[in-house]
Nanobody, 125 residues
Framework: QVQLVESGGGLVQAGGSLRLSCAAS????????MGWFRQAPGKERELVGT????????YYADAVKGRFTISRDNAKNTVYLQMNSLKPEDTAVYYC??????????????????WGPGTQVTVSS
């Protein structure tokens, strides 16, 4: 089992940057595909991106491609979401999630086994 805790959220002006971190408990962090999701008020939770166990492979939603970068440090049991050129429409609660799978990447929220409590990101115009 793994426990996840996000940090780094906050209020930022449009065009600014934030880096979210997700710290995981346990010794087997490198066994998990990790994902970042977000949920804005009144909207469904959506995938932001996902990263493979090794960190070599990544996938990004079209809405964030070229602006957001996912990385991980398996020695520190941490996955990161670097968010640049933020827009007001990026405002949401951001969640990290972990999936114990043999697949390279995981795209569907329902496939993730563990979730963090989320961190609020607010982008002002």
């Amino acid at each position: 089992q793994v426990q996840l805790v996000e940090s780094g959220g906050g209020l930022v002006q449009a065009g600014g940057s934030l880096r979210l971190s997700c710290a995981a408990s346990g010794r087997t962090f490198s066994s998990y595909v990790m994902g970042w999701f977000r949920q804005a008020p009144g909207k469904e939770r959506e995938l932001v991106g996902t990263i493979s166990r090794s960190g070599i492979s990544t996938y990004y939603a079209d809405a964030v491609k070229g602006r957001f970068t996912i990385s991980r440090d398996n020695a520190k049991n941490t996955v990161y979401l670097q968010m640049n050129s933020l827009k007001p429409e990026d405002t949401a609660v951001y969640y990290c999630a972990a999936d114990l799978t043999m697949a390279t990447l995981t795209f569907r929220a329902n496939d993730y086994m563990y979730w963090g409590p989320g961190t609020q990101v607010t982008v002002s115009s």
